[in-house]
């Protein structure tokens, strides 16, 4: 195991995944993130009904895998879905939305949904997503254990915002989750906040984590996958965009946060660490878009595999090491 990764196995992030999927960075390739030469892994007509299955979560699962997957179908409804898969690449989505049972009476329905993350935490998977409420954004959650039944808790906050992601542990005995306010449209602005819960239904202990710097970031950013636990400091996976004069432009970076204060810059990168480059990140509903929702990590290895979507259309898969990660990162200490 790498020396920069906590050795605790009850941190299931950090745990072995021996059949994590992988493949070398190319000899003619320098990047410290590259693309699974197979890429898309999920077409988006992968249903019968799909117009497009992108911007998705997976995680470990037993042996296997399990995954909350973003569907629009082909009447522009943004849907939910349950899938599995035996080694991470294949997935069997299932063709029927998940119909989320409500844990409260009063719970308002599931209008619509995007961009899922998945989180283990302590005895459960939870799922944030982007919820429609009376026509708006905010942030729904549910927990899960087996991907078959779904638990829908209150929203975590008012409207309108996004990109609701969970921490993998309690930090301080709370709960901790990012997410970026928003409007109610192709929002112009976006910084990266935080917000504290004893019992992921009352939020409070609101701070600032990151404004956009960069330029390839630099009008607005969000969180993207679980944040992965070091023993250097969280290591946070973000999506970044730029306005050009053709439209928004989605890349992604990362950063490094503290480990008890997590809502402390340690580091972060300087360039992006991928940008639409290819085809079928350039190409597709919505031009320019990588936009990562899932990141599982070997622990014996450091070998990282990252799920994103592309063009609004498809999802994708790319590698890094963890290692090689932190190392460019400290080279851009946020000072
Ligand atoms: C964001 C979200 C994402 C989408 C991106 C690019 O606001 O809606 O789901 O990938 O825009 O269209």
Redesign the pocket.
């Known amino acids: 195991m790498p020396a920069s990764l906590r050795t605790n196995p009850s941190i299931p992030s950090i745990a072995s995944i021996a059949n994590l999927p992988w493949q070398d960075r190319p000899a003619d390739c320098h990047d410290v993130v590259w693309r699974y030469q197979a890429n898309p892994i999920i077409a988006r007509n992968a249903l019968p009904e799909s117009n497009s299955i992108?911007?998705s979560a997976v995680v470990p699962f037993g042996d296997r895998f399990a995954g909350v997957f973003?569907v629009d179908d082909r009447s522009r409804a943004m849907r939910l879905h349950a899938g599995f898969s035996d080694n991470a690449i294949d997935w069997q989505i299932n063709p029927t939305p998940i119909t989320f049972q409500k844990t409260s009476s009063a719970l308002a329905i599931f209008e619509y949904g995007?961009?899922p993350r998945v989180c283990w935490i302590e005895d459960r998977y939870y799922v944030t997503w982007?919820n429609g409420y009376v026509d708006q954004p905010t942030i729904g959650i549910a927990w899960t254990h087996d991907f078959e039944t779904f638990h829908q808790m209150e929203n975590a906050f008012l409207p309108h915002n996004?990109n609701g992601v969970l921490f993998p542990r309690k930090i301080n005995g709370r709960y901790v989750m990012l997410s970026r306010p928003?409007d109610n449209g192709?929002?112009a602005f976006g910084q990266i906040f935080l917000s504290q819960s004893h019992d992921l239904e009352y939020w409070g202990h609101h701070r600032h984590v990151m404004s956009p710097v960069a330029g390839w970031e630099s009008l607005k950013i969000?969180a993207g996958p679980v944040p992965i636990e070091t023993d250097q400091g969280w290591l946070l996976i973000y999506h970044g965009?730029r306005q050009s004069c053709n439209g928004?432009v989605?890349a992604f970076g990362a950063a490094l946060l503290d480990l008890e204060q997590p809502w402390k810059v340690i580091a972060r990168t300087r360039s992006y660490l991928l940008a639409p480059w290819r085809d079928y990140e350039c190409v597709g509903?919505?031009a320019n878009?990588v936009?990562p929702c899932a990141a599982m990590l070997d622990g014996e290895t450091g070998r990282l595999a990252i799920y994103y979507?592309v063009a609004?259309t498809a999802t994708a898969l790319a590698f890094a090491q963890i290692n090689e990660l932190l190392d460019l990162m400290k080279d851009n200490p946020n000072d």
């Open positions: 992108f911007n973003r995007y961009d982007c996004r928003s192709h929002t969000g965009v928004y989605y509903d919505v878009v936009f979507g609004d």
